[in-house]
């Protein structure tokens, strides 16, 4: 089964309720709150808790990217560029944008770019 843009537009706006629900919820429950840390006689409580704020901050800071993502994606879908790539101008391949619907590269590109990078 071939899927369709529109199909595809479906996604992403299920796919953004999804990431602002996430995003609502970490902010809600002040993943960034730092009180409570610092020099007492337990440094490995207080590591810890350093620890899973810099876990936490993280995990916001990728839902928040990946929200943007899904945005930008929503918007290339009104103006009609969905689907084109960033660096080539040519389409990316359907079976690319049903496995991550929210790319601005083809695969090709994508490859490239993360060979260059030392990925």
């Known amino acids: 089964?071939?899927?369709?843009?529109?199909?595809?537009?479906?996604?992403?706006?299920?796919l953004r309720e999804t990431y602002r629900d996430k995003v609502a919820q970490m902010e809600s429950a002040?993943?960034?709150?730092?009180?409570?840390?610092?020099?007492?006689n337990h440094q490995a409580e207080d590591a810890t808790a350093v620890y899973e704020q810099t876990v936490g901050a993280s995990s916001l800071r990728a839902a928040q990217t990946r929200l943007r993502q899904i945005d930008e994606a929503?918007?290339?879908?009104?103006?009609?560029?969905?689907?084109?790539c960033e660096n080539c101008g040519q389409e990316i391949d359907i079976a690319r944008?049903?496995?991550?619907?929210y790319t601005t590269l083809c695969l090709?590109?994508?490859?490239t770019r993360d060979y260059q990078a030392g990925v």
């Not at 002040?30 to 007492?40: E, P, R, S």
């Open 1 to 14: 089964m071939t899927t369709t843009k529109q199909e595809l537009y479906d996604v992403l706006l299920e």
């Open 30 to 40: 002040q993943v960034l709150d730092i009180t409570g840390t610092g020099y007492t």
């Open 74 to 84: 929503l918007a290339k879908c009104a103006d009609g560029t969905y689907g084109v």
């Open 97 to 101: 944008l049903e496995a991550i619907p």
């Open 108 to 111: 090709r590109c994508a490859e």
